[in-house]
């Protein structure tokens, strides 16, 4: 228990130095907070860390991997989707269910 104690605490003073080193190099504070950020965020939710790292090298997200999204205050665009849902949900019944109701 002790010697984890003081590793922390060597990991502690090694940090304290490296960001003042940072620092004294290059005085913006900006990227260095950024970084901090991305490490402690890689800690804390590493899952998030991969999709956000995923999302920004990807070109192109592929055809199937999200739908389109619909304008919420765009009505003609509702409607013609709600259509468009009821349309092929009659063509699953025809074609799948058959004319008994089963």
């Given at each position: 228990?002790?010697?984890?104690?003081v590793?922390?605490a060597?990991?502690?003073v090694?940090?304290?130095?490296l960001?003042?080193?940072?620092?004294?190099?290059?005085?913006?504070?900006?990227p260095?907070?950024?970084?901090?950020a991305?490490?402690?965020?890689?800690?804390?939710?590493?899952?998030?860390?991969?999709?956000?790292h995923?999302e920004?090298?990807?070109?192109?997200?592929?055809?199937?991997?999200?739908?389109?999204?619909?304008?919420p205050?765009?009505?003609?665009?509702?409607?013609?989707?709600?259509?468009?849902l009821?349309?092929?949900?009659?063509?699953?019944?025809?074609?799948?269910?058959?004319?008994?109701?089963?």
């Open positions: 228990m002790i010697a984890l104690a590793f922390a060597a990991e502690l090694l940090i304290g130095v960001v003042r080193e940072r620092y004294r190099v290059h005085p913006d504070l900006g260095l907070l950024e970084t901090i991305s490490l402690c965020q890689r800690v804390q939710a590493p899952g998030a860390a991969v999709l956000e995923d920004r090298t990807r070109e192109q997200p592929p055809e199937g991997y999200a739908p389109t999204a619909i304008e205050d765009d009505d003609k665009a509702y409607w013609l989707s709600r259509e468009a009821a349309e092929g949900a009659m063509t699953y019944e025809t074609e799948h269910v058959g004319h008994d109701g089963s």
